[in-house]
């Protein structure tokens, strides 16, 4: 009988355990996260290392109006296409493009994508035939894949 | 599985999916964190309730693949890859670590308890969070870039934190009512409520989508 209640004992304190551990986990991941946050302007996205003021990149270019293909909801916004190229990047048909968000979220797309995609004016990224979870919020980079 | 059983999982399962779809959406609208809340409270609470009462190993897995059923075949929003990918994944770790768990009176301490709701609902959500990145590009015929996970990843354990808390409330809170027992109802009583039940959650979520969009 107390065999089993050590068990029993032993048992939930490596439950507990477990769960203090992750508690733990979810704690440092939030500092770390808070710590290393970049603190973004809302004003310009880097591409390639190149700073685009947004209010440029949305005068510069008429805004298209796409539907996704998966959630058959209508989205306007800048072509990606147009922003590359305001961006000077030459042949951007030979690179991928990683497209981050100022939470950090991020999401490696190749030019074919690029081409459906455009830039909303919440700066989130929308394509036309990939799903939500390659729609980034709030962009503030986006890197060029040589 | 028998019938009783298989009701339930229609039942739960359907209610599930449209409080991920109702719920869900107007969290998400709100800028709340949606996934938290809703693997904290809700998915936590049905399959522990589930599990507790109809004493059964799989019936989580089964309410999780109608849930996503009908987060992904929801004619008038279109097909949801992602959220279906999530919520089937959560019931397959939701399985796993209740393996060999059916009731939660076998724990003497409350805070035994706690640390289940904990576990359970940290791991469902960076678990289904992680499988959803990983999956959505292949079922998308995306390539998949490991290196974006990577990156992401302290940002997926941060917001598993929230669920987790939450899912301690949860589990509590499905403890203390576990005497409300529906798998107990009457058969006469039972397959007409369940049934009915479910119908009405399909019929409130697809009027829900025709109405919000």
Request: charged share 20%.
């Amino acid at each position: 009988m107390n065999f089993v209640k050590m068990m029993n004992w032993g048992k939930e304190n490596t439950i507990i355990s477990i769960a203090m551990f992750l508690l733990l986990v979810g704690i440092i991941s939030n500092i770390y996260v808070h710590a290393t946050k970049s603190v973004a302007s809302s004003d310009f996205i880097e591409i390639d290392g190149k700073k685009l003021s947004v209010n440029e990149i949305f005068s510069a270019y008429e805004p298209k109006t796409i539907q996704n293909v998966i959630t058959k909801e209508n989205y306007t916004g800048i072509p990606l296409e147009d922003i590359i190229k305001l961006a000077g990047i030459k042949n951007p048909e030979t690179y991928s493009y990683t497209i981050i968000g100022s939470d950090g979220y991020r999401k490696t797309v190749k030019w074919e994508d690029m081409k459906s995609g455009i830039l909303t004016k919440s700066l989130r990224v929308v394509f036309e035939n990939l799903p939500k979870a390659y729609m980034v919020r709030d962009v503030v980079k986006i890197e060029v894949i040589k | 599985m028998n019938r009783r059983e298989l009701a339930g999982i229609l039942l739960f399962g359907s209610l599930w999916g449209m409080l991920e779809c109702i719920l869900g959406d107007f969290l998400r609208d709100q800028n709340l964190p949606a996934g938290a809340i809703m693997t904290g409270l809700v998915a936590v609470a049905m399959m522990s309730y589930t599990r507790i009462v109809f004493r059964k190993r799989g019936m989580q897995l089964g309410m999780a693949m109608v849930a996503g059923l009908l987060r992904l075949t929801n004619p008038f929003t279109g097909c949801l890859i992602c959220s279906a990918i999530s919520i089937v994944s959560e019931g397959i770790i939701f399985e796993a670590i209740w393996y060999k768990l059916f009731d939660l009176r076998e724990f003497r301490r409350p805070a035994t308890i706690a640390s289940m709701g904990m576990i359970t609902s940290y791991l469902c959500y960076i678990g289904g969070f992680l499988v959803t990145q990983v999956l959505t590009p292949i079922v998308s015929s995306v390539a998949f870039n490991p290196n974006d996970l990577v990156a992401f990843l302290p940002q997926i354990l941060a917001r598993g934190l929230p669920a987790g808390i939450l899912g301690i409330f949860s589990i509590l809170a499905i403890d203390s009512v576990r005497s409300y027992d529906i798998s107990k109802l009457k058969s006469r009583l039972y397959y007409p409520v369940t049934i009915s039940l479910a119908v009405v959650c399909w019929i409130l979520t697809i009027a829900n989508s025709l109405l919000v969009g």
